[in-house]
């Protein structure tokens, strides 16, 4: 059985501007215990206030930069990532999908961190002929290699937002969604779509349980969390 930590939570985050990231600061405010959230970016995240937050601006293209500000967290979580894949070139997607995810997840280990949480994608295989979900596959097994105490990997399918952030084919995909999900059963129910905010909140939620070892996390497990 899961148990929920006893001690006060420290947690350090990249990828908190995006939106999942966000919705996930939101919940993790509202948990118990925490003590110290660190939001790690280029630019800082607007519209939260609390006395536990500590906001950096930092290169996460250049780990120095913020090396220094990983020491006494518990947990780390990373939910950057490239919005459309199919906009960018392969070179520049692994080096923010994996290069840098990376550089982050070797620092905080380094640092001492206990618990990794990354925001990967179901379907993420080192050896699939997508190159993105190869690209992310290949993070997960380096991650794995790091060997943190915890380290839980999130498997979205269709990630659901509340209006249309990326065109033509977004909105296609947030109008049919809804027809699809009913028929996707059995093992196909991996493939879900999962709401933003749920996702956000699942992943924040899952920092207070007390477990050991590699976790990889899918639509029933999200909505479990909830």
């Known amino acids: ?42 630019r800082e995240v607007g519209g939260v206030q609390s006395d536990t937050i500590h906001q950096h601006r930092v290169d996460l293209f250049d780990p120095s930069s913020y090396t220094h500000l990983l020491n006494g967290h518990h947990s780390a ?4 990532g490239v919005g459309q894949p199919s906009k960018v070139s392969k070179a520049e997607l692994a080096k923010i999908d994996k290069v840098t995810v990376l550089d982050f997840a070797s620092a905080c280990r380094a640092a001492g961190v206990r618990h990794f949480v990354l925001l990967s994608a179901v379907g993420a295989n080192a050896k699939s002929l997508s190159f993105y979900l190869r690209t992310k596959g290949e993070l997960n097994d380096a991650l794995k290699a790091l060997e943190f105490e915890r380290l839980s990997l999130f498997c979205p399918s269709m990630i659901l937002t509340p209006t249309n952030r990326y065109g033509i084919s977004q909105a296609i995909l947030l109008r049919t969604w809804p027809w699809v999900q009913p028929l996707l059963i059995g093992p196909m129910r991996n ?36």
Request: glycine share 10%.
């Open 1 to 42: 059985m899961d148990t929920e930590m006893s001690n006060p939570l420290s947690i350090v985050m990249i990828g908190a501007t995006g939106a999942v990231g966000g919705h996930c600061v939101s919940r993790l405010l509202e948990l118990p215990g925490l003590q110290r959230l660190t939001l790690l970016g280029r």
């Open 191 to 226: 493939f879900r779509g999962i709401a933003v905010e749920q996702l956000g909140a699942a992943m924040a939620n899952t920092i207070p349980q007390e477990k050991h070892g590699t976790e990889e996390l899918y639509w029933d497990d999200f909505i479990a969390l909830m």
């Open 77 to 80: 979580i990373c939910t950057l």
